[in-house]
Every structure is written in C-alpha cells, then in structure tokens.
C-alpha cells in the first residue's frame, strides 16, 4: 500500500526547507520544538503532517506558514529566502502565496460572507468591484453562490469551513494550509470539506493538511510523520489506493 | 498614497461595522467625548464672548480718543494725590482747541469738554437712580459714535443755548417708558425738567464695563446750571492719527502744562487716559480667565479621551484572534495600527459632532436667557473642536492600536 520516496510526484518546488531547527525559551527552559527538519514540497502535492502533540507539527504549520521564521536553518518559498524576511514582507507573502484554513473557521463574526472572503484581497490592495467579483465567484466555486450576503452565525459549521476556504482560494496562493479543518465538524460534514479538499487538489492545488487523525491523513497523497520535533518518516500513498479509500 | 487611501476606506467601513455592532459600549465612550467637546467648546464661546464684550466697551471709549482728567484710570500713585489735585474744568477746551488751531502740525484734532456725575431719572411713577448723566457739547458727536434708535442728538443750537434736552441710553428708556414712546416727553432729571429728544441704539452691557445703555447726555450749560454742585469734568481731545498717538500724548501734555500754568519743574497734575492703557490692564485678567477657563474644562476632555484609550484596549484584547487571522491573511503592521486608530478617531469624531450639536442648542438657550451676555458659536471654533476630537482619538487610540499592531500572529491566533 505504501511505497518509498522514488514515486515522488515532479514539479517546481513550492517549499523547500534544510535542517530547520525552532527552540523557545519558556522561563528557565528551552523548548525545542523542531530539531532539524528538512522537507521539500513540489506543486500539486497533497501532503499530510501528522504527529501526535508536542511532536513540532504545529510549529512547522507556523514555519510553512510564514507566520513565524525558524531559528535556524534554511527555508525558501518559490525560491524566495523566507528566514530573513521581516513582518511586513512575511505578511506579503501569506496573502499571496498561502491560504489557511484554520480549525475554528476564524471568520469575521460580524461580517457577510462575501465580505469575509474579500478581506485578502483588501489587503491585497485590489480594487472594490475586481475583489467583489472574485470573492463572490470564489464562493460559487466552493457552492456557497446562494449564502454571499449571510453572516457566520447564519451558517452551518461545513459552510462556514466552505466560506473559510473560500477565504484562502482567492488570491489564487500557491499553497492551501489546512490545520485540522474538519476538527470542529462532524464526521459527515468533515467529509464533505474533505472531497471539496480533494477537488481543489485535482483542480492543481497544492494543499497541506495538519491533522492528528489517520482517517483524515489518509486523504493525502504523502504523509510526514514528525516525532520529538524530527522527521519520523516521510511516505507516498499509491494515489489510486488512497481515491479507493475515499470514495468507496 | 493611493494604497494608504485606499486601506483608509477600509478601516472606515470596517470601524462603522465595529461601533453598530457595540452600540452602547461606543455610546457610552463616545459620551465622555461629548461632554468634554460640550464643556471646552463653551468654554470657547464664552472666552470669545468676553472678549468680544470687551472690546464692545473699549470701542465706546475710542481708541483715537485721550481723557485730560484729574486721575489716572490705572493708578500707579496713592490715590490721595490724584484727589488732592487741581479740578479739570470744561473751558480748557476752549484755550485748547485755539492751541490746535493755531499749530499746522497738531497731532491733535478737537478738545470736547465732557462734565458727568450720577443723578436720578424720572417720568411719572418711573425712576432710574445713579444714572450717569453727561454734560457735553454738540462737538460730542465728532470724537464718539453715537446711533440713534429713535430721534437725534441735540444741535449746536441746543448745545450752545443749553437747552434743557437730554439724548436717553436705551436700559433708560426701557425702565422710564415701559410702553410709551419717550420721545417729545419731559423727564426729571435732579427734579429739572429735560425733553427726550433721542433714544440711544441698545449696545449691550458686559460686567459693568462703559455702556451707553445707562447714560443720558444734556448740553453742558444745562449741565452746569443744574448740577455742577457735584460733578466731575474731563476734556476728551481727538487725534489725528491714531499711529501717532504718542506725538499726540507730549503736544497735549504741553498745551495742558501751558493752560493750567504748572511750573517747569513740578510734575504734571493731571492725567492722560486711553483706551490702550485701560485695554492693556484688563488683557491679562482676560487671557488668566481663558487659560484657567480652558484648562479645566480641558481636563473633562482628557477624561474623556481616557475612555476612548480604555474601550480601545478591551477591544484589541478581545478581538486578538481576529488580528492573528487578520495578519495571516496577509495584513501588515501598518493595516492593523491604522485600523484601531480609525476606530478611536470615528468614536471621538461622532463625539465631537454630537457635542458640537449639544453645546450649539445650550448656546442659544443661553443667548435666549441672557441675551446681554455676547455668545456665538464661530466657524472657527466648529473647526477647532473637530480637529481637537480628531486628535484626541489619534492620541489615545495610538497605544492600544500600536499594542494590536504587534502582536505576533502565532500567539495571537491561538488566543482564546
């Protein structure tokens, strides 16, 4: 069922990260979250983090991320020195290059839909109508085209997972990050994120799940197993076993 | 610059959402605002009423006019050695104006002689006591501006002749003739029967300060005829040029030396008043009432502005997840800082718009209830308190908002 990195799939390396290490100082102590990790993503993959807690997963979702840089090591996002950027340029490029999903949704309680998934283009600095017609097309692409002017609080938790990504699809990014996305939602509801997950993926998204449940791993096409804050393994699930898997 | 515009409407949309979702929270801030808006935008109006009020009563006294009396209005002296002075009489005006005339390059223009003391009106049921009563020439009309509201000044006929005509300040016309038309009546002025043959226009009386209002004028012969048993004269003398007043002040000191024959080495024994003087002894009691004035109830303000500054920081503590998802979708410190400003700014402007309106309704209940006293809201001071509301949101949003600008987003977005 499970075969070794030979069958990698090709295509430009989105992220490429070398022996990256991130230690915290907590009081007295120093917590070393990851230890020296080294991966590389290529375009189009549909990758899976798994480990149990403490192992660094969601320290390395932060590195990926950009919303935190290692202490040591190398990382380059499309060939882009990621390490030594500061605030403002890694603020840049999580509104271009990455989408999150987050486990709690993380939406505008207070704002529609269409507004909700807007907000990365604002801060893309794209103009009123462009940004208003791309969000809402976004929404129609995710089936949400009948709840554009609704608030989160209107919606159920798998269209609020929708409008989220949503959010992330529409400034087209090079990745998805998607951290525990169906974690708040029941498992019905958490398949229908995840055949939605699988779409985009076929659609040639790259997308990047952090999960602790095999059950939602196994949608991936690669998993990475991080204990201790190392690369446990690193494997490539036969594509045609796993679309077996989910849709059967 | 577009950019910074363009995340300018942004913030404000995204401040309007904020403040209709917390209505009574940004009510209640908004409220400290307000009442400081309200207490410093009065305060505003009422130094200008002041000062406006002031300047009113200088105007009566002309500012190309100097006052030859026997005291000084600004005493630097005791007061015993004014009291013990010669008396200025009325008919220096006489040798004075022949020493204008006689000079081509006077700095001077006319001598008026001017005799007052205060005496008791009356018309039938109705009297006014210590009315200032002034005893003066027709000559009177060229050194002051004196309205009419109703009838004339008297002529040179009057004037000369002493006829017994007396021109009424508008509060003396108000109090004597309730309902009648004064004009062509006799008043009693000192038990001596005067015609009313003018009524002053109302100028409005501040502090007690000079006001036409509680005079009345008589030709001085009358004057002299019936009350120069107590009475006390001056002579007012015009100039020319108001820029030359101090060539003016030496030639009018030596033509008074000259008349009142003071020896060469005595000092003068008399005084030279003027607007400027009295004007530059009541400016800084004027500007110590605006500072204190501003000062306390700029305090109300700052109150308030600590309000904004309080609401702003639960709101940034509050809203840390929504920051943390804000910066991973990729907004910059700068987006997040302006954004909480504007949110301060917006409450302390609809604050101030809100005060604004409140002291605007307060002034004319004011105006209404005591329309002696001189208020009025300027454009200026709408101006003024606009952008003081403005600053204050700036000023005390900026902390909170520089707290929420950096946040690191990780943590942020873990906060719960």
């Known amino acids: 069922m499970l075969t070794t990195d030979t069958m990698r799939p090709r295509g430009p390396i989105v992220i490429d990260i070398e022996n990256i290490t991130k230690h915290y100082v907590m009081g007295e102590e120093t917590v070393h979250a ?175 799940l952090v999960t602790h449940e095999a059950d939602i791993a196994r949608h991936a096409r690669r998993t990475v197993f991080l204990r201790d804050g190392l690369v446990e393994s690193d494997v490539l699930a036969e594509a045609t076993e796993i679309q077996t898997l989910a849709f059967t | 610059m577009k950019r910074f515009f363009y995340e300018l409407t942004e913030s404000w949309k995204i401040a309007a959402t904020q403040m209709r979702s917390n209505k009574t929270r940004s009510m209640l801030t908004a409220l400290g605002v307000i009442i400081g808006i309200v207490a410093v935008t009065l305060m505003g109006t009422a130094i200008n009423g002041i000062s406006t009020g002031f300047d009113k009563s200088m105007a009566v006294l002309g500012d190309d006019v100097l006052y030859v009396g026997q005291e000084s209005w600004i005493q630097r002296d005791d007061w015993w050695n004014y009291r013990s002075r010669r008396k200025i009489k009325t008919e220096y005006a006489e040798p004075l104006n022949r020493m204008i005339g006689a000079s081509p390059n006077s700095n001077l223009l006319l001598a008026v002689p001017v005799s007052s003391w205060f005496r008791t009106v009356r018309y039938d049921e109705n009297q006014v006591h210590n009315v200032y009563i002034l005893g003066t020439t027709f000559d009177f009309l060229a050194i002051s501006t004196v309205d009419c509201v109703k009838g004339r000044f008297f002529n040179e006929v009057e004037s000369r002749g002493g006829a017994n005509v007396v021109v009424i300040g508008y509060d003396v016309a108000d109090a004597l003739f309730p309902s009648e038309d004064p004009i062509a009546k006799s008043v009693l002025i000192n038990g001596q029967p005067f015609k009313v043959i003018g009524v002053n226009t109302r100028q409005g009386t501040f502090l007690g300060l000079f006001s036409w209002d509680s005079m009345v004028a008589v030709p001085l012969p009358a004057f002299k005829k019936y009350f120069s048993a107590k009475s006390e004269s001056e002579i007012r003398v015009k100039v020319k040029d108001k820029t030359k007043m101090a060539e003016a002040r030496d030639e009018l000191i030596g033509y008074m030396r000259r008349i009142r024959a003071v020896p060469p080495e005595k000092e003068n024994d008399f005084s ?41 920081f639960v709101s940034v503590k509050e809203r840390t997840k929504e920051i943390g998802t804000r910066k991973a979708l990729g907004a910059r410190r700068r987006t997040i800082l302006l954004q909480f400003l504007i949110e301060s700014t917006a409450l302390c402007l609809v604050g101030g718009f809100i005060g604004l309106i409140v002291a605007f309704l307060l002034c004319s209940a004011i105006g209404a209830a005591l329309p002696a006293f001189p208020i009025s809201i300027s454009v200026g001071l709408v101006i003024t308190s606009m952008i ?29």
Not at chain 1, 159 to 180: F, G, K, T, W
Not at chain 1, 182 to 207: F, P, R, V
Request: charged share 20%.
């Open chain 2, 272 to 312: 030279l008043n003027e607007q400027q003087a009295f004007k530059s002894t009541l400016d800084p009691v004027k500007n110590s009432i605006a500072v204190a004035g501003l000062f306390i109830t700029g305090l109300s303000l700052f109150v308030g502005a600590i309000g904004i500054m309080n609401i702003t």
């Open chain 1, 34 to 208: 990851l230890r020296g990790v080294t991966l590389q993503i290529q375009r189009n993959e549909y990758l899976a983090i798994m480990g149990p807690s403490g192992s660094g997963k969601s320290t390395l979702m932060n590195m990926l991320g950009c919303l935190d840089t290692p202490s040591s090591g190398r990382y380059e996002f499309n060939g882009r020195d990621v390490a030594a950027m500061d605030d403002d340029e890694l603020a840049a490029i999580r509104n271009r290059e990455i989408g999150f999903v987050f486990q709690t949704f993380n939406l505008l309680p207070r704002s529609t839909s269409l507004r909700n998934v807007e907000l990365p283009l604002i801060y893309a600095g794209i103009d009123p109508e462009t940004r208003e017609e791309r969000a809402a097309q976004t929404l129609r692409d995710v089936g949400l085209g009948d709840r554009l002017h609704h608030k989160p609080n209107e919606l159920s938790g798998g269209q609020r997972q929708r409008v989220a990504i949503a959010r992330a699809l529409v400034n087209n990014p090079s990745i998805i990050l998607a951290d525990e996305p169906t974690g708040n939602l029941d498992s019905k509801t958490g398949e229908e994120i995840m055949s939605l997950l699988e779409n985009l993926y076929q659609a040639g998204n790259t997308i990047i």
């Open chain 2, 388 to 416: 003081v509301s403005v600053l204050t949101g700036l000023v005390s949003g900026f902390a909170p908002a520089w707290t929420a600008s950096r946040l690191d987003p990780v943590t942020a977005l873990r906060y719960e």
